[in-house]
């Protein structure tokens, strides 16, 4: 009977924790999906740039800037998505640590 109630607390805490990787895994695949789009923004500027080197006259310095400043954009987006996942990552890693901790793993 002890047995159980003990048990019943490691079920609780590792539920807890178990929520709480699902939660963060949610929080992975949202950043992926940030990253998904951040490409689809590359291949935009690309077809944009392909398109104006077929053009007669030379873009203009303003289209020039706005293709780096829109480059910089996505580039910071993917830097902070991938550093998402690896805080994610870091918390599932931590979470794993209590439950190995606790049980004879």
């Known amino acids: 009977m002890n047995s159980s109630m003990g048990g019943g607390r490691s079920w609780n805490s590792n539920q807890r924790i178990a929520d709480s990787v699902d939660h963060t895994a949610s929080q992975i695949v949202l950043a992926c999906d940030m990253i998904t789009n ?3 923004n590359f291949d935009a500027i690309q ?3 392909m398109m104006l ?3 007669p006259i030379p873009p203009e310095p ?3 800037m706005s293709i780096a400043n829109r480059l910089q954009f996505t580039k910071r987006q993917i830097d902070d998505s991938v550093q998402k996942v690896k805080e994610f990552a870091k ?3 931590s ?3 209590e439950i190995q901790k606790r049980s004879s793993w």
């Open 38 to 40: 951040a490409t689809i």
């Open 47 to 49: 077809q944009e740039l």
């Open 53 to 55: 080197s077929n053009q």
């Open 62 to 64: 303003s289209q020039l």
């Open 91 to 93: 918390h599932i890693d």
């Open 95 to 97: 979470k794993t640590d």
